[in-house]
């Protein structure tokens, strides 16, 4: 089993929610958050001042999938969320060693 942790754009979650389960992916958890990389921020203008906006807006996406859905998950997921712009996010993978679902108490791919 592997969790997979993307950053991506706001706009592009509904996007993403319907390529992960087109896919097989059946639940993952969205998370506001707010970060920079190569994008480095952007100057705004309010009021006729400017000021610097250095951390973005971002959604932290993370699911639990099976090795067998990991790499169907990962194409869908770059895809759905690829504008082809500085600023489209990244994908991360970790192992999982133990899933439980706490309402019947199935473990590792059960769970899922």
Same mark, same amino acid.
């Given at each position: 089993?592997k969790?997979?942790t993307?950053?991506i754009?706001?706009f592009?979650?509904?996007?993403v929610r319907?390529a992960?389960t087109?896919?097989?992916v059946s639940?993952?958890?969205?998370t506001?958050v707010k970060?920079?990389?190569?994008q480095?921020?952007?100057?705004e203008?309010?009021?006729?001042?400017?000021?610097?906006?250095?951390f973005?807006?971002?959604?932290?996406? #993370?699911?639990? &999938?099976?090795?067998?859905t990991?790499?169907?998950?990962?194409? *869908? !997921?770059?895809?759905?969320?690829r504008?082809g712009?500085?600023?489209d996010?990244?994908?991360?993978?970790q192992?999982? #060693?133990?899933t &439980?679902r706490?309402r019947t108490?199935?473990?590792?791919d059960d *769970? !899922?």
């Amino acid at each position: 089993m592997k969790l997979i942790t993307a950053i991506i754009r706001p706009f592009k979650l509904d996007e993403v929610r319907e390529a992960l389960t087109e896919v097989g992916v059946s639940g993952i958890t969205v998370t506001e958050v707010k970060g920079f990389g190569r994008q480095k921020g952007h100057t705004e203008l309010y009021r006729g001042a400017e000021y610097v906006v250095d951390f973005l807006p971002k959604l932290k996406v #993370e699911c639990a &999938v099976a090795e067998a859905t990991l790499d169907a998950a990962l194409e *869908a !997921l770059a895809a759905a969320a690829r504008t082809g712009k500085v600023g489209d996010g990244k994908i991360f993978v970790q192992p999982l #060693e133990r899933t &439980v679902r706490i309402r019947t108490g199935e473990l590792d791919d059960d *769970a !899922l």
